[in-house]
């Protein structure tokens, strides 16, 4: 059994900063990809940001330039450090882990960001 936790979520004005995280617990292994996904209300889920083993990180157009993932392989974190937001960042985001990032997901972590 894998656990992920988000944590860092909040109520920001526009221009504002959240700095996200998630914490890998249970049976780890160092997975291939850990990523961040959002669900905005009323829309599909999507794909933020994702950061692969080998150390390439992959950004949606929407978060490119304001957002920066990183993660730490020994501690199995994950960060998401979200700068400039915008009202249209306002989404439920959740962490993900896997193969493809899709294996393992967490329960999800709300981000309000007011005009």
């Known amino acids: 059994q894998v656990q992920l936790v988000e944590s860092g979520g909040g109520s920001v004005q526009a221009g504002g900063s959240l700095r996200l995280s998630c914490a890998a617990s249970g049976d780890t292994i160092i997975f291939n990809c850990m990523g961040w996904f959002r669900q905005r209300p009323g829309k599909a889920r999507e794909a933020v940001a994702r950061?692969?083993?080998?150390?390439?990180?992959i950004y949606a157009d929407s978060g490119e330039g304001r957002f920066t993932i990183s993660r730490d392989h020994a501690k199995n974190t994950l960060q998401l450090q979200m700068n400039s937001l915008k009202p249209e960042d306002t989404a439920m985001y959740y962490c993900?882990?896997?193969?493809?990032?899709?294996?393992?997901w967490g329960q999800g972590t709300q981000v309000t960001v007011s005009s």
């Open positions: 950061a692969y083993a080998s150390g390439i990180t």
């Open positions: 993900a882990a896997g193969g493809t990032c899709s294996n393992y």
